[in-house]
């Protein structure tokens, strides 16, 4: 192994995690050598309509997907979050890097916070898991289609109406931009996406030797958490765009796992959680008892 070639985003939060990765990498391993292959997937071309419009799985990990299968790549680094809970046939994730903050934050260009904002203000965000948990949270306010990597987002609250937006706390620490934040939103207002905060590193199956040397970066309860919420996704056949929400604990070797199903007017919002010690059990439970409370309709309206 000459040179490990680790593809990724071009994005500026994908390039910051994969050069963790590589230095990561480089620091276990001094006497290998690591490059980073960034490349364009569909989700960074087609900017103009929400990902639940788009709708195909993998918008952000095929092409590197397909990297891994050419063998013109030996890794590729994803934010967990962008990935199916089903991987093409071949591939697995080698390694769950530990999580960062899984919650979201609200960034506000005049410093308001969500309590505090009068009726009918605009907050930007197209994610369906945000609008309905938002909607249901205050249903006074008004939404926008917000898409695009975090600056393109950034810029765009600057130069809109819109008083705010909602990202993934992981994404505006790495970027560096904390000072912007004006809330971090609690579990109860705002349930984070799957996998939300943990980096995953995709390789093919069967390169034993690449799945070796990056067991160093696996961390092993943000495995256990993250596997319990992919399981809870994969029963409901979720993806990244339907208002699913689920967050999993390890304490004491027990997963606690909660989930959140909403309809998109907020109206409805149901709850569920379960604790074990096998992730697919626990996720499969959590479904289960969403599925009860009525999991099926909301998502069948939806979808
Ligand atoms: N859907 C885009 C995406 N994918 C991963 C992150 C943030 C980093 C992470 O969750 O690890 C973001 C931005 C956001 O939702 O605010």
Not at 214 to 227: D, F, G, I, K
Request: hydrophobic share 40%; net charge neutral; aromatic share 4%.
């Amino acid at each position: 192994m000459k040179n490990i070639r680790i593809g990724t985003r071009d994005s500026q939060l994908a390039m910051w995690q994969a050069e963790w990765v590589k230095r990561k990498l480089t620091e276990f391993y001094p006497h290998l050598q690591f490059e980073l292959v960034p490349m364009k997937t569909k989700g960074d071309k087609i900017l103009d309509v929400p990902l639940s419009k788009i709708g195909d799985k993998g918008l952000f990990t095929k092409e590197l997907e397909n990297g891994l299968l050419n063998c013109e790549l030996d890794m590729a680094v994803h934010s967990l979050k962008d990935m199916p809970t089903l991987l093409p046939m071949g591939l697995m994730i080698s390694a769950f890097c530990e999580r960062e903050e899984p919650r979201d934050v609200y960034l506000s260009k005049n410093g308001v916070s969500l309590e505090e904002l009068p009726s009918g203000a605009i907050i930007g965000t197209s994610s369906l898991r945000r609008k309905s948990q938002l909607r249901h949270y205050r249903p006074d306010l008004g939404f926008m289609d917000l898409r695009g990597n975090l600056q393109t987002r950034w810029k765009k609250l600057e130069e809109s109406e819109m008083e705010g937006i909602v990202l993934a706390a992981a994404g505006v620490k790495r970027l560096g931009w904390e000072d912007r934040i004006t809330q971090i939103l609690p579990e109860n207002v705002m349930l984070s996406a799957v996998g939300q905060g943990s980096i995953a590193i995709e390789i093919l199956e069967k390169r034993t030797e690449i799945h070796e040397l990056l067991s160093l970066l696996n961390h092993s309860s943000t495995e256990q958490a993250v596997r319990a919420e992919r399981a809870l996704m994969r029963k409901l056949e979720g993806g990244c765009q339907v208002p699913i929400g689920a967050f999993a604990e390890v304490l004491e070797g027990q997963i606690i796992l909660r989930g959140m199903v909403a309809s998109l007017d907020g109206v409805r919002l149901i709850r569920a959680e379960a604790t074990g010690r096998d992730p697919e059990t626990v996720g499969n439970e959590v479904a289960n008892r969403l599925i009860t409370l009525g999991a099926t309709s909301i998502l069948a309206e939806i979808r």
